[in-house]
T-cell receptor
Framework: GQSLEQPSEVTAVEGAIVQINCTYQTSGFYGLSWYQQHDGGAPTFLSYNALDGLEETGRFSSFLSRSDSYGYLLLQELQMKDSASYFCAVRDSGNTPLVFGKGTRLSVIA | EPEVTQTPSHQVTQMGQEVILRCVPISNHLYFYWYRQILGQKVEFLVSFYNNEISEKSEIFDDQFSVERPDGSNFTLKIRSTKLEDSAMYFC????????????FGPGTRLTVT
């Protein structure tokens, strides 16, 4: 089976940078994804890392270290609209479904 | 921009009743999924569907659940005899060939079992 650990809550100031960590345990590994979910909304895809290193998409970046079974989502120039829950998700093989972490609730304050 | 749609947005039903939740995935996608999310908790996988058959299912997806793709556009989740603990938000998602990690979610159906 798979398990993922991420902080339950993070608070950061508007304009700042925040990092949301995710550690995972899987029998195999087929990539780490990040999803954003606003209250009452559906999860939306943010990023995917299959290989070690940093992937950048605008203000959001995602990092993966397979040797450490660890990844993070980095949000820069925080905006109030970034307040949401952020889920990491893994697959342990090419055909298995996504397993989501419990989510990190990010609160951006003025 | 193409999107996944779901109907109804909210369904209230009595315990023991059957419900059918409907989804229209993105038209050129090949993989379809149902997830549920109990209020305030994480998203939980229920079932994946590919090539007109179930490819994976979780322990949650017991004999009370079934899925169907009755035509080329709709994807349904049926719960035969609802229980109170089935109350949750149910999300449909779809993904394209080679991009299973990038799933597009519908807006969800909030199911309330009374």
């Amino acid at each position: 089976g798979q398990s993922l650990e991420q902080p339950s809550e993070v608070t950061a100031v508007e304009g700042a940078i925040v990092q949301i960590n995710c550690t995972y345990q899987t029998s195999g590994f087929y990539g780490l994804s990040w999803y954003q979910q606003h209250d009452g909304g559906a999860p939306t895809f943010l990023s995917y890392n299959a290989l070690d290193g940093l992937e950048e998409t605008g203000r959001f970046s995602s990092f993966l270290s397979r040797s450490d079974s660890y990844g993070y989502l980095l949000l820069q120039e925080l905006q109030m609209k970034d307040s949401a829950s952020y889920f990491c998700a893994v697959r342990d093989s090419g055909n298995t479904p996504l397993v989501f972490g419990k989510g990190t609730r990010l609160s951006v304050i003025a | 921009e193409p999107e996944v749609t779901q109907t109804p947005s909210h369904q209230v039903t009595q315990m023991g009743q059957e419900v059918i939740l409907r989804c229209v995935p993105i038209s050129n996608h090949l993989y379809f999924y149902w997830y549920r999310q109990i209020l305030g908790q994480k998203v939980e996988f229920l079932v994946s569907f590919y090539n007109n058959e179930i490819s994976e299912k979780s322990e949650i997806f017991d004999d009370q659940f079934s899925v169907e793709r009755p035509d080329g556009s709709n994807f349904t989740l049926k719960i035969r005899s609802t229980k109170l603990e089935d109350s949750a938000m149910y999300f449909c998602a779809s993904s394209g060939r080679g991009t299973i990690y990038e799933q597009y979610f519908g807006p969800g159906t909030r199911l309330t079992v009374t």
